[in-house]
């Protein structure tokens, strides 16, 4: 389970959710709770509606009584708390509602907080359990364990820094701790990774060619010497597994972690017989590693593209061959994936993007809209329809859809800015002039520096006097 934005929520829920923000901001935090309550047990992976509810929980503690209730709030916790370890090894979407009527009325609960810590883990929502781990270390910031977790979490969610910070200063606590001196070494490879282009040479879109460009020569090298190491780590993580599959050759998880680990290091083919090793076992009909095995191919091609001679004669030529190769087989591998799993309407929202990218918008108008069928792809797919039928110079329907896909989007964010400037666009394209402008009049009051809104209100303003 991945975690979710407020934009996939379907209407009835999103339409909860802002009742509770506007009862948060009221500080109504009772209803709030109740509102955003309803929210996670039907959607657990909404982080934001999660934020939400954490805030007025805390709100609410704060304009509490004091220690009488705080220990009725902590003995009335306790059964609730058995309740959730059971649920956990069954059900942790369970555990996790469980563990928040714990935090309605003790929001600082540590055993609440670990038990939305491991469901949270089981679950796959980094952001949810990084929410809790910093609670838990607020809590007792000297617990290595809880201070090791936070860190990778902190990683988890691109905040790679912060996590080496509480581990510089809790190895400062502990010196010559060997796990908090390994966890803070790992950690700073994976910092490595991810900074200053090395993210891009890393998915195989850049080059060290790129990095060392305008650069001083020592910045380059020392950063050249730090992927080393991270690289060093990534060797080390696969001489672990693949000496454990030796004993778990039935390990699925151990599996996939390989064929991930081959996609980090470019061995794309290594990769890939891993990945079909996983589609020889019970993991054979899952639609998510038919997708992993297509994203492997795809950065294999792209990888290919960055190995290419740009001096050479037709350089140009052999990009766009390779280009055009990648772009077939996705679209072939999409096709075979929805007549296998045709009632799947995410797989019909991404082969209508790949048909959309190839030009194809008859194909790509049938796909996304079946694919607008389901609620959390909704709104991307009717934005996708209105640029399929602008395309098709059909504005009043672009528009139609555009409008339709604003009136449910509760939440002001980029999607939003995006349906308000295509909308514009469009009404520019039927000669609505006023009608345009006040849509991207919208965006500029909240974002002056959105794409080139501000030249079209200046000029619009300009054209007044």
């Known amino acids: 389970m991945a975690e979710k934005s407020t934009n996939d929520l379907p209407r009835d829920l999103r339409v909860l959710f802002t009742k509770g923000h506007e009862a948060l901001q009221r500080d109504n935090f009772d209803y709030a709770i109740d509102l955003l309550n309803q929210v996670l047990s039907r959607e657990p992976a909404v982080f934001e509606a999660r934020k939400e509810l954490r805030t007025a929980q805390l709100h609410k503690a704060s304009k509490g009584s004091g220690l009488f209730k ?165 060797d080390r993580l696969i001489k672990e597994y693949e000496a454990r599959l030796q004993a778990e050759p039935s390990n699925l998880k151990l599996i996939k972690n390989l064929a991930e680990l081959y996609v980090q290091k470019k061995q794309f083919d290594r990769a890939l017989e891993y990945y079909q090793r996983l589609k020889a076992s019970e993991m054979g009909n899952d639609a998510s590693l038919d997708s992993a095995i297509a994203e492997t191919v795809a950065r294999k091609i792209e990888y290919q593209i960055t190995q290419l001679d740009p001096d050479e004669a037709d350089h140009a030529e052999k990009v766009a061959e390779l280009q055009a190769e990648k772009q077939a087989y996705l679209i072939a591998e999409c096709q075979k994936r929805v007549e296998r799993f045709g009632t799947d309407l995410q797989i019909h929202f991404e082969m209508g993007q790949l048909y959309f990218q190839a030009g194809k918008i008859s194909e790509a108008i049938q796909e996304f809209q079946k694919a607008q069928n389901n609620p959390h792809r909704r709104i991307a797919s009717m934005n996708f329809l209105a640029q399929c039928f602008a395309k098709r110079k059909m504005y009043d329907l672009a528009a139609r859809r555009l409008q339709e896909a604003i009136k449910e989007k509760a939440v002001f964010d980029e999607e939003k800015k995006e349906l308000l400037y295509n909308l514009g666009s469009v009404l520019e394209s039927m000669n609505k002039k006023e009608e345009a402008i006040e849509q991207f009049k919208l965006i500029y009051e909240v974002d002056s520096a959105y794409k080139d809104v501000a030249a079209k209100i200046e000029g619009y303003y300009g054209g007044q006097t």
């Open 70 to 234: 705080k220990l009725l709030n902590s003995a009335s916790a306790t059964p609730l708390v058995g309740k959730a370890q059971v649920a956990l090894r069954r059900n942790p979407a369970e555990a996790l509602s469980i563990a928040e009527h714990i935090l309605n009325n003790d929001p600082m609960n540590s055993a609440g907080h670990r038990i939305i810590v491991e469901a949270a883990e089981a679950l796959e929502l980094p952001r949810t359990a990084a929410m809790s781990l910093e609670i838990l270390f607020k809590n007792a910031p000297k617990d290595k364990e809880v201070a090791i977790k936070l860190a990778n979490a902190l990683a988890l969610v691109g905040d790679v820094q912060r996590g080496e910070r509480i581990l510089a200063e809790l190895l400062r606590t502990l010196p010559g701790d060997n796990d908090v001196a390994q966890a803070l070494k790992d950690l700073s490879a994976r910092k490595t990774l991810n900074e200053g282009g090395y993210e891009a040479l890393a998915d195989g879109s850049g080059s060290y060619r790129d990095i060392l460009k305008n650069k001083e020569e020592a910045i380059s090298l020392e950063r050249e010497n730090r992927v080393e190491k991270a690289g060093d780590t990534t």
